[in-house]
């Protein structure tokens, strides 16, 4: 079984409507990411959790919230979807520690299209 | 204003050469760099790192080098099989104890048998 997962994998929906994107981990990992992929902008930052009582802003989280329900759950909403936030949004983990950045697993992503 | 670059969006080499992949970064306060692999239809992977006070760390086919003054790194896989064809996101984080991570734009790497 995959360590991170997301769901949905894929999803079309229109403008306006309220989006849930919903992670899960059994890594046991503390810290929590969301990331969206666009083509041609590489990998960006939107929410990140380094516990459960811990959320922070990443580069682009206008338009997003998210919610930290448990260690292993970290979800992104999109409370009202817009075109330009079709893309492929990836969750990914890691666990506690000094020195070196601990490596981040990613999930398989998920594709969202907004109509 | 973009703190990590890959400037080729694409790169093609044949089976059994050295495939290098560059990155430049702008930021001095980055003290690690990382570079993660990512195949279709999967999340990216973690491939190799650095920290910005060594100049080359190597792992197996896999090789870093990092010139610090020009603000410069690249991947070295010697020799290129198939199976690395796949997009190359260099990465890096700033000094701080965060563990954000600003990743670049991603170079494709086709290896042709």
């Known amino acids: 079984d995959a360590d991170v997962t997301q769901t949905p994998r894929n999803r079309i929906t229109k403008t306006g409507k309220r989006i849930m994107l919903e992670c899960s981990q059994t890594?046991?990992?503390?810290?929590m990411y969301w990331y969206r992929q666009d083509p041609g902008l590489g990998l960006r930052l939107i929410y990140y959790?380094?516990?459960?009582?811990?959320?922070n802003k990443g580069e682009i989280s206008d338009g997003y919230s998210v919610s930290r329900q448990a260690q292993a759950k970290f979800s992104l909403s999109l409370e009202s979807a817009i075109p330009n936030q079709t893309a492929l949004y990836f969750c990914?983990?890691?666990?506690?520690?000094?020195?070196?950045?601990?490596?981040?697993?990613f999930g398989p992503g998920t594709r969202l299209t907004v109509l | 204003d973009q703190q990590v670059k890959q400037n080729s969006p694409s790169l093609s080499v044949q089976e059994g050469r050295i495939s290098i992949l560059n990155c430049d970064y702008t930021?001095?306060?980055?003290?690690?760099f990382l570079w993660y692999k990512k195949y279709p239809a999967e999340g990216p992977t973690f491939l190799i790192s650095?920290?910005?006070?060594?100049d080359k760390n190597e792992d197996g086919r896999f090789t870093v080098f990092l010139n610090k003054s020009a603000k410069h790194l690249s991947l070295h896989i010697v020799p290129s099989q198939p199976g690395d064809s796949a997009v190359y996101f260099c990465?890096?984080?700033?000094?701080?104890?965060?563990?954000?991570?600003?990743f670049g734009k991603g170079t494709k790497l086709t290896v042709n048998p």
């Open positions: 890594k046991g990992h503390d810290r």
């Open positions: 959790s380094f516990d459960v009582k811990d959320i």
């Open positions: 990465a890096a984080r700033s000094s701080g104890g965060s563990e954000k991570l600003v």
């Open positions: 650095i920290s910005s006070i060594k």
């Open positions: 990914a983990t890691s666990d506690l520690g000094q020195g070196a950045p601990r490596e981040q697993f």
């Open positions: 930021n001095s306060m980055f003290d690690y």
